[in-house]
């Protein structure tokens, strides 16, 4: 009957400290729901304005796009115009040249033309010089035909056929001096219309000098236009090319962020699908705190079921010297390879402080969150912060227990607890013992 009533004891401890494990978990789930659910409506909001943000962006690179295609086109335009305009240019630069080549052939047969004219001028000099001689040879010859006339009418009937020939001669005579009379006249003539074509030709000369001159400077600008006109033609090929190059990085960029459109809805679709599940898990929280409602009634009805048996906690005898436990403890809390505490080092040392002391029935140790790093025997708690000895050690105090029953063993006992302090003096952990009153 004892045993029944001491494992009755134990199962109802456990009880209780499951729930309050469960109520435990319970609260987290519930605030880790809560801030869950806060985050994701978060998420489902900020989502929704990058969502609107995102078509917003999409309509205007659209329109970009379309500038950008509008653009290209123009360019394209422009690259063409400008590679007609260069082709008139080069036209243009030809004909210069040609009528350049042109001007300067004038110019060279203007040049041969004054020659020719200055070389005639120097002939009719000439013709004015030999029709001045002609002219003194027919004074000459007038005057010796009337020195034979009147030598011939002295010598009578003998002379008279010597005075027709004079006369003869005289009238051949004025007639040549007429014809160089007229031909003199004809070379003034020609010599003022010489002077006039002279002129005419001087200014001829000066008005293709200054032909040559003005083809020369508009040679020197055709020759600039058609190297800006080089220039723009680049550009034109350049600004082509990049428009192209722009439209096809829009149409990248509007299929990129399209993807980024239908990502954005699978994040929302995925937004929503966990909202669902976080009320699919506050309702299972529901239930955990149901069951955890009905074990601690459970649980309480089992101790008072207890109690109305005739078990009672009351204070026993305890023969044991606790002040010996205590600084075997305490010096078991300052070996540094608890400090760590990680099960692999905690094993082989309360194994070992466990074989050394008979009258120890069960050794452990936890951390500061209350669950067990190692235990031998196995816990019989999920977790010990609701236990008395965990919370007076955690708090840095060494604590000893009244008699109750042990979880692990079953039996009557008193626990021992001390704290671990790290190497800043501050709690790390709780090492505690049972210790045998039977």
Partial sequence: MSRLLNESVVISDQLSAAVDEVDHSAKQLTEVADQSALQEQQLRTNSTNAMNRIEEAFSALQEVASAAEQISGASAHLNTKSKETKEVVLDVCRSLTSTDEVMKELSSNNRLMEQHIRQLIEQTSYINEINQFIQEIVSQTSLLALNASIEAAHAGEYGRGFSVVAQQIKKLAEQSGEAVKRSSSLVEQIEQGVKQVVEAVDNEKLSVERGVAEMAVNKSRMDLIFSRINEVDELAEQTSAASKQQTGHMSESTEMLKDVVDSVNETLQSVDSTLRMTQLQRGQIG???????????????????????????????????????????????????????????????????????????????????????????????????????????????IFQSEAYVSAITKQHCITVSVPIYGEDGSVVGVIGADVSIA
């Fill in 287 to 397: 239930n955990m705190n149901r069951i955890s409602r009905n074990l601690r009634k459970s649980s309480l009805d089992l101790s008072h079921a207890i109690d109305q048996v005739g078990f009672k906690r009351a204070k026993q005898a305890i023969h044991v010297n606790v002040a010996a436990i205590q600084e075997w403890l305490k010096t078991a809390a300052a070996d540094l390879q608890l400090l760590s505490l990680e099960e692999a080092k905690h094993e082989p040392k309360l194994t070992s402080l466990l074989k050394a002391k008979p009258d120890i029935e069960a050794i452990w140790s936890n951390r500061l969150d209350g669950s067990f790093v190692f235990s031998l025997p196995e816990a019989g708690l999920l977790n010990a912060k609701g236990r008395e000895w965990w919370k007076r050690a955690i708090s840095g105090q």
